[in-house]
T-cell receptor
Framework: SQKIEQNSEALNIQEGKTATLTCNYT??????LQWYRQDPGRGPVFLLL?????KEKRKERLKVTFDTTLKQSLFHITASQPADSATYLC??????????FGSGTKLNVKP | GAVVSQHPSWVICKSGTSVKIECRSL??????MFWYRQFPKQSLMLMATSNEGSKATYEQGVEKDKFLINHASLTLSTLTVTSAHPEDSSFYIC????????????FGPGTRLTVL
């Protein structure tokens, strides 16, 4: 079965720095990869989607890369702010909106 | 943007009782909805795909007689946890996708179930 790995340790960074989160996967060939933000006790909120034929996607302070050879996606938040503190989940799919999620990485941005 | 609601937001029940959770797409029609469960500090685990007008498709290891799913309309799917036990205590989240043309799914706020 597919395995999706995100760093289980929290990422602590200083405000203003760039946060980089990693998502690695095995036994799977996704057509789509998404990143979500989840706050405690809440449902995930969609951030970005990238397709298998795309290398990079940007949205405001967010950037996602997708390397199908390395089976890895990187998620960057530039000029991070304390309000960016949350758990970030990656999710993979072959289509039809059926996604499988990683365990998430908690980001703490300190003022 | 598209909004998905869930009701109730939290529920406490006694062991052996059944609990129904509703998932509604408020401003769009969804032929497909998904149900997930999430344990503390763990990721979302896909339980089943709810299809309007047909039977749900369950993921491996999920008991369909335990978790009954009904998708009676294009805006409503329900998950019923039957004969609930303490190990069913979890955070249940649904998601829905707008019609063709988007690869995005929108999540509800989740329902916290505690079985005593």
């Amino acid at each position: 079965s597919q395995k999706i790995e995100q760093n289980s340790e929290a990422l602590n960074i200083q405000e203003g720095k760039t946060a980089t989160l990693t998502c690695n996967y095995t036994n799977y060939s996704p057509a789509y990869l998404q990143w979500y933000r989840q706050d405690p006790g809440r449902g995930p909120v969609f951030l970005l989607l990238i397709r298998e034929n795309e290398k990079e996607k940007r949205k405001e302070r967010l950037k996602v890369t997708f390397d199908t050879t390395l089976k890895q996606s990187l998620f960057h938040i530039t000029a991070s702010q304390p309000a960016d503190s949350a758990t970030y989940l990656c999710a993979l799919s072959r289509g039809f909106n059926k996604f499988y999620f990683g365990s998430g990485t908690k980001l703490n941005v300190k003022p | 943007g598209a909004v998905v609601s869930q009701h109730p937001s939290w529920v406490i029940c006694k062991s052996g009782t059944s609990v129904k959770i509703e998932c509604r797409s408020l401003d769009f029609q969804a032929t497909t909805m998904f149900w997930y469960r999430q344990f503390p500090k763990q990721s979302l685990m896909l339980m089943a795909t709810s299809n309007e007008g047909s039977k749900a498709t369950y993921e491996q290891g999920v008991e369909k007689d335990k978790f009954l799913i009904n998708h009676a309309s294009l805006t409503l799917s329900t998950l019923t946890v039957t004969s609930a036990h303490p190990e069913d205590s979890s955070f249940y989240i649904c998601s829905a996708s707008p019609p063709l043309g988007t690869d995005t799914q929108y999540f509800g706020p989740g329902t916290r179930l505690t079985v005593l």
